[in-house]
């Protein structure tokens, strides 16, 4: 059982199935590890502030690690993305504060301990539930220091080819792979609810005038429910994190296209920023996308 599987802290079918035909192998910790092709991941970021708002809500915030040595850890990766709400400043301030409370927490509690010690440590959290965690300690963050202020959090942390999520809001992640886009997390929105209900159809809610309403963010008041899903990412796939700024503005198939053909991933979010604004710009845009290798 290697690292992934520790810091998951349960077993998952579908996760080990597809390592069984992963080219990583798993291994105990403390066993000699068998040679393998060291993993790499190319990473993407762009922050725009729209065509309409005079000030820029969203923040991102990146972290990668590669070791490449006989017996190297694994590549390690945190992707955060978080779109502030409350009026005039609130918004950037709680945003900004949740993605480096969660970064800061996931470096002391996941990043260091194995870092230092190289392998696993025993009693170490699990990565779901430290992301868990991670976002329950930004939300009361935001509630006690952003009076009136709240945010969206998307995160992912990235170990090796498992990418572990943890998600409140309506900001978005997206697998791109064999020319196909698929939405990995939930719009915790009023509309997306009354859709799952039956109580809207689609094209109902994209015209719903409270459909940029939150029923779970980050900063309210009391419990929060934070959803958590783990993916294991093929190799030459495209992980996209972006904001309701970006894919409210344009449907999926341009998404598609655009992960698709930019030939870098840094390419790719420049190009659908710009397509967001070709589109009206409604909304500050912002997109962070991770390219597996291979």
């Known amino acids: 059982m290697g690292f992934v599987r520790k810091l998951l802290g349960h077993k998952d079918e579908k996760a080990d199935a597809a390592a069984a035909s992963n080219d990583t192998p798993l291994v105990e910790a403390g066993e000699a590890r068998p040679p393998a092709r060291a993993r790499h991941v190319r990473v993407g970021t762009a922050s725009d502030v729209g065509l309409v708002r005079n000030h820029n809500e969203d923040v991102l915030l990146t972290f990668t690690s590669e070791q490449h040595a006989d017996g190297a850890l694994d590549v390690f990766g945190v992707f955060i993305l978080a779109d502030g709400m409350g009026g005039h400043q609130a918004g950037e301030v709680a945003s900004s504060l949740a993605a480096r409370t969660v970064g800061r927490e996931v470096i002391e509690q996941v990043y260091l301990p194995y870092l230092v010690h190289g392998r696993p440590d025993p009693s170490q959290t699990p990565l779901a539930e430290a992301l868990v965690q991670a976002v329950d300690e930004a939300s009361k963050m935001v509630y006690n220091n952003v009076p009136g202020g709240g945010t969206t959090l998307t995160c992912m942390v990235l170990v090796n080819d498992r990418a572990v999520f943890a998600h409140v809001g309506d900001s978005r992640a997206y697998l791109y792979h064999g020319n196909a886009l698929r939405q990995i997390t939930k719009d915790h929105s009023y509309v997306d609810k009354l859709v799952e209900l039956g109580q809207l159809t689609a094209e109902e809610a994209a015209a719903h005038p409270q459909k940029n ?27 996209l994190l972006c904001c309701d700024g970006l894919w409210s503005m344009i449907d999926d198939k341009q998404i598609s296209r655009i992960l698709g053909s930019a030939a870098t991933p840094q390419a790719a979010c420049e190009q659908l920023v710009t397509a967001a604004n070709a589109a009206g710009g409604r909304d500050n845009i912002t997109a962070i996308v991770v390219e597996m290798d291979g």
């Open 213 to 239: 309403v939150l029923y779970r963010a980050v900063g309210q008041e009391g419990p929060l429910e934070v959803d958590t899903h783990l993916e294991v990412l093929p190799a030459g796939s495209r992980l």
